[in-house]
């Protein structure tokens, strides 16, 4: 009898929890994590974490918190209808930093069964490796041809961007459309012959680089037409 009736309450206490837990507004994001991997030292860079709330009330975001000052977190909308969806972009200024990082992203919502969500953004912080470099040098040089003129040879496309583009121009969202709003003839020519008094340089290879036309036309393509897949993938 006794086993009967502990039984009885297991099984309506699960029931009541189960219940509970379908009322009401419910956060439930993609995502708690993203690793930025390798970010040079004074860039800033940013993700979009995205939830949805699964619940039958409205979901109220009450507060976003960071564990540091040098990450900011920016909320789309405060109210998120049932079945609707929210973003929380993060962005980490890695100024001063150096090494290994890991922040915290606190949320606090009127979720009944979660109220407060954390959220974690790490980092591999590296030096800047520019900060003697001379505008009359060239990327390609002994100094620097092990980060940017080796690893592009023989890529392509994604591959190609990923291998020495990074270093400049990020993975991120900001690094990869600031490009793709210039034209594709300006982007092919800027990558042949580079810019002059800047880093960039000619990157074909009858300038010294280590790019072909072939390359450097997969690589305006995948620019231009590619690269909202490529940063769907970095999410």
């Known amino acids: ?37 390798n970010v040079l030292q004074g860039k800033t860079v940013e993700y979009t974490f995205r939830f949805e709330n699964k619940g039958t009330e409205d979901l109220l975001i009450k507060e976003v918190t960071t564990s540091c000052g040098c990450t900011a977190a920016l909320v789309s909308s405060n109210t998120v209808k049932p079945g609707g969806n929210g973003e929380i972009t993060v962005s980490y200024d890695s100024q001063g930093r150096a090494g290994a990082v890991s922040r915290t992203i606190t949320v606090v919502s009127n979720d009944l069964v979660e109220p407060v969500k954390e959220l ?27 980060c940017h003129f080796s690893p592009a040879l023989n890529k392509k496309g994604k591959e ?72 769907l993938d970095k999410k």
């Not at 006794?2 to 699960?14: A, D, E, S, V």
């Not at 190609?160 to 210039?182: I, N, P």
Request: hydrophobic content about 40%; overall charge negative.
């Open 160 to 231: 190609l961007y990923d291998a020495v583009c990074t270093f400049c121009h990020g993975r991120t969202a900001v690094g990869l459309e600031s490009l793709k709003v210039m034209e594709m003839d300006v982007i092919k020519e800027i990558t042949r012959n580079g810019i002059a008094g800047t880093e960039m340089p000619a990157w074909i290879k009858e300038q010294g680089g280590p790019l072909d036309e072939e390359q450097i036309r997969s690589l305006s393509n995948f620019i231009k037409g590619e690269s909202a897949n490529f940063l």
């Open 1 to 37: 009898m006794k086993k009967r009736f502990f039984l009885i309450i297991i099984l309506f206490l699960t029931a009541s929890t189960l219940s509970f837990a379908d009322k009401g507004p419910r956060i439930s994001f993609t995502t708690d994590h993203h690793d930025f991997g």
């Open 120 to 146: 974690t953004i790490t980092a591999t912080v590296t030096s800047s490796m520019h900060t003697t470099f001379n505008v009359n040098e060239s990327l390609f040089s002994d100094k620097c041809g092990a």
